[in-house]
């Protein structure tokens, strides 16, 4: 049985009747109006609609694509449904090496990377094969998104720095991702002598981006 993807704007989507549905909370900042350009209006009213997410034929592909775009919420540089222009003209003015996640725009494509390249403000799909993602034209594939990005990062090329994000880290963020530096990873977390709760709240987003 196919399995279909429906698109979540908020981190505390849930489950109904087999779809995946959350309501969205404005704001009045710039990247908020950019994205209203491309998006339906979802300020007052509870929506489950479609998008450009391909049916699939296998549920642990719909596991992971689910579950990366439920990071991607957390992260604060996802930008949903941005358009290219949009985010050439954000990134042109960001710092070298500034990246940003968006929706691509193609139907067999979930993802897009978009960074400040020496030569202007590129973007690049991510395509995903295999249970694995990896950049266009490039044969290294990683478990999944953000492994890319990290390796990206520390590469002695620097191609990507720091994420451009949707709003400032809050001081939890911050101390979130420097737990993760310091032990090493998201794997480690369990190792450490803390709580439960403090642990589960490091793995929201086991990541040092």
């Not at 391909?54 to 949903?80: M, N, P, V």
């Amino acid at each position: 049985m196919p399995f279909q993807l429906f698109e979540t704007f908020k981190i505390k989507g849930k489950m109904q009747n087999g779809y995946i549905s959350t309501r969205r909370n404005p704001q009045k900042t710039e990247s908020e109006q950019l994205q209203r350009q491309a998006a339906p209006d979802l300020s007052k009213k509870l929506i489950i609609y479609r998008t450009h997410f391909r049916t699939f034929s296998c549920q642990e592909d719909c596991k992971i694509i689910t579950e990366t775009a439920s990071k991607l919420e957390r992260s604060g540089f996802y930008w949903g449904p941005l358009g290219v222009e949009d985010a050439h003209r954000m990134l042109h003015e960001a710092p070298l090496g500034s990246f940003l996640i968006r929706d691509s725009r193609q139907k067999d494509v979930f993802f897009t990377l978009s960074y400040h390249a020496k030569s202007g403000p590129v973007s690049i799909r991510i395509d995903y094969k295999h249970q694995k993602f990896s950049l266009a034209g490039n044969e290294r594939s990683f478990p999944t998104l953000f492994a890319l990005l990290e390796h990206y990062i520390s590469s002695p090329k620097k191609s990507l720095s720091v994420p451009y994000r949707r709003w400032k880290p809050t001081l939890q963020e911050l101390c979130r991702k420097r737990v993760i530096e310091l032990c090493g990873g998201g794997s480690r977390v369990l190792e450490l002598p803390l709580t439960h709760v403090v642990q589960d709240l490091l793995l929201e987003f086991p990541y040092k981006l």
